[in-house]
């Protein structure tokens, strides 16, 4: 599985949803201005971004170098660092929040990642992760299609997180209180079926893994199946995530 891709892809694959969800997630985890804010798995800066529009002061980490060089570029007073979740490079208490958009279900180990969130926000501070839910979020239409020609394809809905109850199961074990856990929704409108289906090319992800393994052949079916269960466009995503947050 990739994320060392080109942040221009990983933006026209994944950031048409993220941007829109981080509006709603940062709402979700009470964030405001002048609030400093731990942006875990920042990847190209959807949530970042929001984070800066709403007056936080941002800090930012991911393990995809090419990652942290657009936020570089983009956001040149922002501290990135490349890093993972579960060895966090940072002072405990230095965070008011720490955030993780569309994180937890690749960290390798969520409870310890979680925990070091935990570790570097202060006392009464907010840990907060949403994950796309495997049955209605922004990639279940894919699923969806892949499901029709290969009924037993591995797909994202066993990651962690991606099920009612999961979130907060990992922040109780990671040590947080007053844990609550909701879904929050996006919706999104493909002006055609194109637009939605190419970056599925782009190689990010699960996804991008499954649709680089198929042959040529492969793939034009594939696109075929999915063309005929969301038609020609315009159509709309409606992506659902689980979203959770609880106090250190």
Do not use: N
């Not at 936020?71 to 660092?81: K, L, N, T």
């Amino acid at each position: 599985m990739s994320f060392d891709v080109p942040p221009d892809a990983y933006t026209r694959f994944m950031g048409r949803y993220a941007e829109p969800l981080a509006k709603v997630f940062a709402a979700f985890s009470g964030i405001g201005a002048g609030d400093k804010v731990l942006d875990v798995g920042c990847g190209p800066g959807a949530l970042t971004a929001h984070l800066l529009s709403l007056g936080a002061r941002v800090t930012a980490i991911d393990p995809s170098s090419p990652f942290v060089d657009a936020i570089r570029a983009g956001f040149p007073h922002v501290e990135v660092r490349v890093g993972v979740a579960e060895e966090l490079p940072y002072d405990t208490d230095a965070f008011d929040a720490a955030l993780a958009q569309l994180v937890v279900h690749f960290m390798p180990d969520p409870v310890v990642g979680i925990g070091q969130m935990v570790r570097v926000t202060r006392p009464g501070g907010v840990v907060a992760a949403c994950v796309w839910d495997g049955a209605t979020g922004a990639l279940a239409p894919f699923w969806d299609a892949v499901h029709l020609i290969e009924p037993d394809a591995d797909d994202e809905a066993l990651l962690s997180g991606a099920r009612r109850g999961h979130l907060a199961e990992i922040f109780a074990a990671a040590g947080l209180r007053a844990v609550e856990e909701r879904p929050i929704t996006v919706d999104v409108v493909h002006p055609t079926f194109e637009e939605w289906w190419e970056p599925y090319t782009f190689g990010v992800g699960p996804a991008g893994d499954y649709v680089r393994r198929l042959d040529d052949d492969g793939r034009a079916r594939l696109a075929s199946v999915a063309r005929e269960q969301v038609g020609d466009g315009p159509f709309t995503v409606t992506a659902t995530a689980w979203a959770a947050r609880g106090m250190v």
